[in-house]
């Protein structure tokens, strides 16, 4: 009885860790992150852990996740520096320096690589170069440079479109 008590217990926490510090998956690899921590660790971070990683990598400190989470700050303190913060030490090569502040753990790990360039996600066929228009309005000579004034419009959907009309590259000159 107890085994199906704590597997109940387990879904609800997970469940519950898992729609929190939620924005980290836009902005970081976390899966891969995980797995090379892992291999660190030598077996799977728990939900904690990761729960934990996620707040530090949006940019929370140990003593907000831990409001956040509704525990105390010194438990979260205590936990990521026997956890999070000795597994990315070690995994980035710097197992003897001491982390002067929680935010090295992020900038380690996205010097490392682990930080995605965009969460803006775009579909694809809408950005293809036959739905773009591209209209040169004016080509000027101006001190040995050529300078061109564009009408550029990228589709953004099939509803909408974003619209840059009449560019005016130098407020002294009219179209």
């Not at 879904?11 to 929190?20: C, E, I, K, P, Y």
Request: glycine share 4%.
């Amino acid at each position: 009885m107890l085994d199906f008590h704590q597997e109940i217990y387990t879904h609800l926490f997970m469940a519950s860790t898992n729609d929190r510090f939620v924005e980290a998956e836009s902005r970081w690899d976390l899966k891969t992150l995980y797995s090379d921590l892992a291999a660190v660790k030598g077996k799977p971070l728990t939900p904690v852990e990761k729960l934990h990683l996620r707040g530090l990598l949006c940019g929370n400190s140990p003593a907000e996740i831990a409001e956040k989470l509704q525990k105390n700050p010194k438990g979260v303190e205590t936990d990521l520096c026997a956890t999070i913060y000795k597994y990315v030490k070690v995994f980035v090569g710097k197992g003897i320096e001491k982390i002067e502040n929680w935010r090295n753990i992020a900038e380690w790990l996205e010097d490392a690589g682990y930080k995605t360039q965009s969460s803006a996600k775009f579909p694809v066929k809408d950005l293809l170069p036959e739905n773009c228009i591209v209209n040169v309005t004016n080509i000027n000579i101006d001190n040995n440079q050529i300078v061109f004034f564009l009408n550029l419009r990228i589709p953004t959907s099939q509803d909408s479109e974003l619209s840059i009309e009449n560019l005016d590259i130098n407020d002294n000159n009219a179209n």
